[in-house]
């Protein structure tokens, strides 16, 4: 089946711009997440989403940033004000979670959003 | 806070040989673990995922180990080929109910893993 989209796949804007990145996860999975990955700084988390819960943004850098999710499926993640810092590769991710204890939640990646601020 | 270490950082070995990769995290609280390739450019992909209650897991020419109470992870590869070069990340989640929000992960630093041919 269909895996994690997301688009674009580059991005180049200018300084100062707002830009939008905009996630499809895998059909079903009702948590999504938001992760950026720096040169030289890992892979850290953003925001994630679950059911109609309130979302946990404890990841998000600045009052710049923020996410959406639309109907329990697509969700945006959205840059005001862009500075060079943020460039960076921003990936989404889904999982279906079981909320027994026991399932496994793997999440499940895209391909990312490589997003270059001049 | 949670911290994941993956020594060593890049990683070179011939084709054929067999290698071990290492994940330490600093707190051995976790749910599970989890170990991704990344290929340059590309999005990452799931490889394999370790509970807390197990104490390893295999696909293929892979076998990924967990003892928590140490706080260490290995991934063990097989017989390596060219198409194993990548970064290789693991990451913990943390325990807790799904219904509290504890499903962030907390990444390694990544060894990107070159096989000669």
């Known amino acids: 089946g269909a895996g994690v989209s997301q688009s674009p796949s580059n991005k180049v804007t200018e300084k100062g711009k707002d830009v939008e990145l905009r996630c499809d996860p895998i059909?079903?999975?009702?948590?999504l997440y938001w992760y950026r990955q720096s040169l030289g700084q890992g892979l850290e988390f953003l925001i994630y989403?679950?059911?109609?819960?309130?979302?946990?943004k404890s990841g998000l850098p600045s009052d710049r940033f923020s996410a959406e999710r639309t109907g329990g499926s697509v969700s945006t993640l959205t840059i005001q004000r862009t500075q060079q810092e943020d460039s960076a590769v921003y990936l989404c991710?889904?999982?279906?979670?079981?909320?027994?204890?026991?399932?496994?939640?793997?999440?499940?990646f895209g391909p990312g959003t490589r997003l270059t601020v001049l | 806070k949670q911290e994941v270490t993956q020594i060593p950082a890049a990683l070179s070995v011939p084709e054929g040989e067999n290698l071990v990769l290492n994940c330490s995290f600093t707190d051995s609280a976790i749910y599970n673990l989890q170990w991704f390739r990344q290929d340059p450019g590309k999005g990452l992909t799931s490889l394999l995922l370790i509970q807390s209650s197990q104490r390893e897991q295999t696909s293929g020419r892979l076998n990924a180990s967990l003892d928590k109470s140490s706080g260490r992870s290995t991934l063990y590869i097989a017989a390596s080929q060219p198409g194993d070069s990548a970064t290789y990340l693991c990451?913990?989640?943390?325990?807790?109910?799904?219904?509290?929000?504890?499903?962030?992960?907390?990444f390694g630093t990544g060894t990107r893993l070159t096989i000669i041919p």
């Open positions: 059909s079903g999975h009702t948590a």
């Open positions: 991710a889904s999982s279906l979670v079981v909320f027994s204890g026991r399932g496994r939640n793997e999440q499940f």
């Open positions: 990451a913990v989640r943390p325990p807790g109910s799904s219904n509290f929000g504890n499903e962030k992960l907390t």
């Open positions: 989403f679950q059911g109609n819960s309130a979302p946990d």
